[in-house]
Every structure is written in C-alpha cells, then in structure tokens.
C-alpha cells in the first residue's frame, strides 16, 4: 500500500546558497542520516569520470554510509589530482562537522566540466549547511542540486508492510546530457527501511533500468551520473524475506520512475513528453534497440516539437535500428489513432486526428512490429528551438 509521505526518519537535509553559482541561488546540499545507514550506488559508464563518481565508487564497496554532499554550478570532472583531493577535502570538512568518520560521506557533483571546485567558497559555507540540516530540508536541497532544470524534482512516498509503515524519499536533477547508461545526472534516494546492502544494490539497479536507463532528452551521457540511496532502518520495517524484499523493490522502482519522468517533462526546452513504445518484436532486447533508436532520433524529436505527424521520421528510425523489421507488418499509432498499417499511411483524416493528439503535453508513440512478444519502453521529449539557445551558450 502506497500513500503520500510527510518525511523520512531518521533523515534530515538542506540547501544553501555558498556562492559556487553565478546566479547567487542555491548550490550546495547536504543529506545525512541520524545513524550509520546502509548504502548502495550506481554510476556512470562513461569512461571520463568527475572526481566525485571515482571517490564514491571507492567507498560504496563498504555497503556503509550516513551522508551525502552535494554541489551544483561546478561539475569537478577533469580537474586532475587537485580534483579529487577536493572532493577529499570537502567531505573531510563535513565528516569533522558531523563527527564521523570520512569514509561515510559520499560526494557528487554537477555543473560545468574542466572547472576547479572554488574551495574556498564551499569551505565557508558547510557550517552554515550543517546548521541548516532539517527534517523538511529536502525542498531546499532539491533546490541546490538544479543547474538548467526549472523546477526541483522532489518524490516522498510512504509504504506499508506487515503492519509497519516505511518511507522512501528521492529527489534528481538533469534535464540536459540524458541518455543515461546507469542513472540520470544525480539522484539521492532515503529510505528508513531495514534492508542488507546487497539486496539495496540489487534492489537500485533494478529501479535504474526501469527508469532512469528508460530516459532520453538529448543523447549525450554525462560524466558525473550518480544516483545514491541510504536506508537506515528507523522505521522498524525490514527486509528479511524474499516477498518483503519484491515489496521494497517496486516501491523503489516506483519511485525512481515518477522522478525520470519529472526529469524528461523538464527536459532543456522541452514542451512535450512522449512514451514511445515498441512490441511485437522478436525479443524485448531487439524492442529496446528499435525504441532507443526511435526516442533519439533529432528528426522524430522535432517533429513532434512542431506537432507533425511524420509517421515516416518514425518508420526510418526503426528501419535504421540493426533490427530486422518487415515495413509492411509494422501499425503506428498515436494514442489509439491507428496512423501507418499494411505497409502505408492512412490519410489525412487520420492525420488530422493525429495532430490533435501531438498538441497534447503527454501522449505515447507504439510501434507494433507483429512479429513476436518482445516489448519495451522510453521516455523521450522534443527538441525545441530553447534546447539549442541553452547549449550553444551554457558556460557562459
């Protein structure tokens, strides 16, 4: 049973402004855990590595951790030695606060590439974040780890289980450089459940490829991807056996689901959300590769910016897939508007239905190729004039 959450015990957080931003809005966050909690992460594949992923994935091998810092405006990759003595540094700073050991602060980062971390700037802020940390913390550091997002994306879900009731808190930032391989941009995750860090892990990875690996906005994936979460155990609730453990996992996935969708709704100039979904393949791994390929695509993408329904931007994509497809076996619908079947459009009336359904903000795109069982799915959004006018400019 699911129901809205007020909070997540045992957790506090918060978000400052410590003047790492040009902008002067909030930049540095922090989330901490009243106890040791258990801890697990996934991280970008991407072979260029910020300082902040390579220190976390030294120390999430310990399965332990009680708190998480985290900067906007300054992505602390391909800042060298100095770099990861930083981020060394930063989360020293806030272990001594704490007054734990270091090895239980884990650190991201997110921002602009090749940039060193203004140390001094971040070092005279953590008093005061410390200070600020608060059981309704999490809205402000939600707030801080935003770089081109326009709304903060916060989830807190309260859950039962055998009678007790547990929490489960996220929050995720990127709304550009997503077509995530691991997870999105950043995203931190609470939970006051009881579970053993093996069974954490598993229990993220699988809500990362059923949400966060089931997003594109642009293509590109980022250096800095990290998605955290650390479960204390205060709630009383606990994972001990496999159907408790099924329970939490799709509660978790829940989660993570309603936050990648939040990111590719706010994606850079986005106006449009799109589920394209591809079935009838022979496997759902040949489903995939069609609908990634579909999702990505900058000519599907501005189509369904400029509300046009190019059924055939749609059919290209999946016949440039490496995929084996019979065009004339495949229906694409809009909805339930029925726009390409036997091998040919259906007309302008049919289009005329179709352009209805595309000025909607949220709709799904299916491909079906009858040709098997295989299934799958991806959050996309358009390309709009505004994505190009945030890139062409970002470091400036």
């Given at each position: 049973?699911?129901?809205?959450?007020?909070?997540?015990?045992?957790?506090?957080?918060?978000?400052?402004?410590?003047?790492?931003?040009?902008?002067?809005?909030?930049?540095?966050?922090?989330?901490?855990?009243?106890?040791?909690?258990?801890?697990?992460?996934?991280?970008?594949?991407?072979?260029?590595?910020?300082?902040?992923?390579?220190?976390?994935?030294?120390?999430?091998?310990?399965?332990k951790?009680?708190?998480?810092?985290?900067?906007?405006?300054?992505?602390?990759?391909?800042?060298?030695?100095?770099?990861?003595?930083?981020?060394?540094?930063?989360?020293?700073?806030?272990?001594?606060?704490?007054?734990?050991?270091?090895?239980?602060?884990?650190?991201?980062?997110?921002?602009?590439?090749?940039?060193?971390?203004?140390?001094?700037?971040?070092?005279?802020?953590?008093?005061?974040?410390l200070?600020?940390?608060?059981?309704?913390?999490?809205?402000?550091?939600?707030?801080?780890?935003?770089?081109?997002?326009?709304?903060?994306?916060?989830?807190?879900?309260?859950?039962?289980?055998?009678?007790?009731?547990?929490?489960?808190?996220?929050?995720?930032?990127?709304?550009?450089?997503?077509?995530?391989?691991?997870?999105?941009?950043?995203?931190?995750?609470c939970t006051?459940?009881?579970?053993?860090?093996?069974?954490?892990?598993?229990?993220?990875?699988?809500?990362?490829?059923?949400?966060?690996?089931?997003?594109?906005?642009?293509?590109?994936?980022?250096?800095?991807?990290?998605?955290?979460?650390?479960?204390?155990g205060?709630?009383?609730?606990?994972?001990?056996?496999?159907?408790?453990?099924?329970?939490?996992?799709?509660?978790?996935?829940g989660?993570?689901?309603?936050?990648?969708?939040?990111?590719?709704?706010?994606?850079?100039?986005?106006?449009?959300?799109?589920?394209?979904?591809?079935k009838?393949?022979?496997?759902?791994?040949?489903?995939?590769?069609?609908?990634?390929?579909?999702?990505?695509?900058?000519?599907?993408?501005?189509?369904?910016?400029?509300?046009?329904?190019?059924?055939?931007?749609?059919?290209?994509?999946?016949?440039?897939?490496?995929?084996?497809?019979?065009?004339?076996r495949?229906?694409?619908?809009?909805n339930?508007?029925?726009?390409?079947t036997?091998?040919?459009?259906?007309?302008?009336?049919?289009?005329?239905?179709?352009?209805?359904?595309?000025?909607?903000?949220?709709?799904?795109?299916?491909?079906?190729?009858?040709q098997?069982?295989?299934?799958?799915s991806?959050?996309?959004c358009?390309f709009?004039?505004?994505?190009?006018?945030?890139?062409?400019?970002?470091?400036?």
């Open positions: 049973m699911m129901m809205e959450s007020m909070g997540c015990k045992g957790f506090r957080a918060a978000g400052i402004a410590a003047g790492i931003k040009k902008n002067g809005k909030r930049d540095l966050g922090l989330i901490v855990s009243d106890v040791p909690a258990t801890a697990a992460g996934v991280f970008t594949k991407n072979r260029v590595k910020a300082a902040p992923v390579v220190l976390d994935m030294e120390r999430i091998g310990s399965g951790g009680q708190a998480i810092l985290v900067n906007s405006g300054c992505a602390n990759c391909c800042t060298g030695k100095q770099g990861f003595q930083d981020a060394m540094t930063a989360t020293g700073d806030v272990a001594r606060g704490l007054n734990i050991s270091p090895d239980l602060v884990l650190a991201a980062s997110t921002g602009v590439i090749g940039q060193p971390l203004p140390m001094e700037k971040l070092q005279a802020a953590i008093p005061d974040l200070v600020s940390l608060s059981s309704d913390g999490f809205p402000g550091l939600s707030e801080a780890i935003m770089t081109t997002d326009t709304v903060p994306k916060l989830v807190s879900r309260q859950f039962k289980q055998k009678g007790k009731s547990f929490t489960i808190t996220g929050t995720a930032k990127g709304a550009g450089m997503i077509c995530p391989n691991m997870a999105t941009l950043l995203c931190f995750l006051d459940i009881q579970i053993s860090a093996d069974r954490l892990h598993q229990a993220l990875l699988y809500g990362t490829e059923h949400s966060f690996n089931r997003i594109t906005i642009d293509g590109d994936t980022s250096t800095n991807d990290t998605a955290l979460i650390l479960a204390n205060l709630s009383g609730a606990s994972v001990r056996t496999d159907a408790d453990f099924m329970e939490f996992q799709d509660a978790l996935a989660v993570m689901v309603d936050l990648a969708k939040m990111l590719v709704k706010d994606g850079e100039g986005a106006t449009k959300l799109v589920e394209v979904v591809v009838g393949a022979n496997s759902d791994t040949d489903a995939r590769k069609i609908a990634d390929t579909i999702a990505n695509s900058a000519l599907v993408k501005t189509a369904i910016f400029g509300e046009d329904a190019n059924w055939g931007r749609i059919l290209a994509a999946a016949g440039r897939s490496g995929i084996d497809v019979d065009p004339d495949i229906d694409i619908y809009f339930d508007v029925l726009m390409f036997d091998g040919r459009g259906q007309g302008k009336d049919v289009e005329d239905q179709a352009t209805r359904i595309l000025k909607l903000p949220e709709y799904v795109l299916i491909v079906n190729l009858n098997g069982s295989g299934r799958s991806v959050w996309t358009d709009s004039v505004n994505y190009v006018k945030i890139n062409a400019d970002y470091r400036s």
